[in-house]
């Protein structure tokens, strides 16, 4: 067993888990917050994806040990009250989903992107959702509520 | 996954001494490969230990003709890097078209040199550019360094602890990647220092290995023109549902012109 401290979504919490957790079975779990999706769980699908220290990773490839102290978003800490992140409501607004199953995911791998990337090209858009995949495969309104969200993000 | 013991490690000796008193122990850097292997059962180390933190492990530098990149240094920091961009760019572009975004923040130099996957990026970079790889106990060149699928010259309980490429006048790499994982269904990775030339050629054969008659063509005339008549043995490549040999043969050829033509830009 091992005591994992971190944070998630700004608040601060402790667990006891034990050492072969996966950080997306601590999030799911221990702390109860199942927006985080596994779908694959061998690394492919990228619907567990959040951003560990601002950055993003797919938590089932992660273990809790290893985000020992570490900072953790996840796609309910986006919204602030009522008012959606960006990358939320640009997803909202442009239909970028049908089942939702891979939406979380997609939108941290899309506001982790778009740090490094504010203006991504068509091309640099792809590149950047390589690591996410929508079973219903409506890649056409994702990568509109990428450009939608980045324009509204660089205002 | 079954269960194990896992410790964070903060120095190279630790690390060395934990791998040492516990047979069945792994180092874990990334997680990006071992992870994933752990949960199919293909491996169930005792314990796992966490070199990720490890201040000895990172850190990139230029000195003397040399880059040096620590073997905790993650793909997404070589890709971005201005030194690396600078010394050595077809490496930072190599780095950057591994896996996907997230992969590339987790993974690391070290840890897939050490797993040597057979269609992995890295082990052509570090074949043609003449890298050696710096251990815990000694110095290893490339040539000497990669043994075949998933094998290398790392002896138990050994350590990679950096990676220093020689700068080249000229690098440049090309893949075609699976279009599923992006994992080299062949990659050419050229190089030229002074009259030579390094082709390495990933992801066709069990193992990356130097195209040698390109080498020679190529030292002759830089062009890509030069490897036209050649062809990649096929004897030996992989054959799997996604390619035939032959195929495969053709793949490693075509990525060696591209990466040729791209010399010159
Ligand atoms: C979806 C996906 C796509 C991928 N696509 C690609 C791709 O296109 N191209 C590519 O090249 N790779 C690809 N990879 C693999 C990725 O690059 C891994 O990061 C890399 O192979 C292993 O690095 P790691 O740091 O994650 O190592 P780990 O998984 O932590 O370790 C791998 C092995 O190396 C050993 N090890 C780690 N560090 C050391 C060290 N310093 N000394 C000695 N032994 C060590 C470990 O014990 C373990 O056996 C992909 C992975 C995934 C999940």
Redesign the interface.
Known sequence: M?KVELKINGKQHSFDV???T?LVNLIRDHAQLTGTHVGC????C?AC?IHMNG????SC???A??A?GADITTIEGMAKGDKLHPVQQAFTECHALQCGFCTPGMIM?VS??LKDNPKPTDEEIY??L???LCRCTGYINIVKAVKQAAKAMSK | ??????V?ATSVKQAVDLLAANAEAKL?SG??TL??TM??RLAQPSH?I?I?GIAELSGIEVKDGKLTIGAATKH?EVSRSAVVKKAIPALAYLAGHI?????R??GTIGGSLANNDPAADYPSAALSLGATIVTNKREIAADDYFQGMFATALDAGEMIVKIVFPVPAKAAYEKFPHP???YAMAGAFVSQHGKTVRVAITGAGPGVFRWTEAEAALGKKLAAASVESLNVDASNLNEDMHGTKEYRANLAKVMTKRAVAKLGK
Request: hydrophobic share 35%; charged share 20%; aromatic share 6%.
């Open positions: 091992a034990e050492d072969r996966l769980d061998t690394s492919q990228g994806t950055v993003a990773v797919k490839t992660v273990l040990g290893q020992n791998a982790g992107f590149r950047g390589e690591g996410n | 996954m079954h269960s194990f013991s896992y964070k874990l997680g990006m992870i994933p949960k199919a796992l966490d990720a997404v896996g996907d975004p997230q992969v923040n987790r599923a994982s992006g």
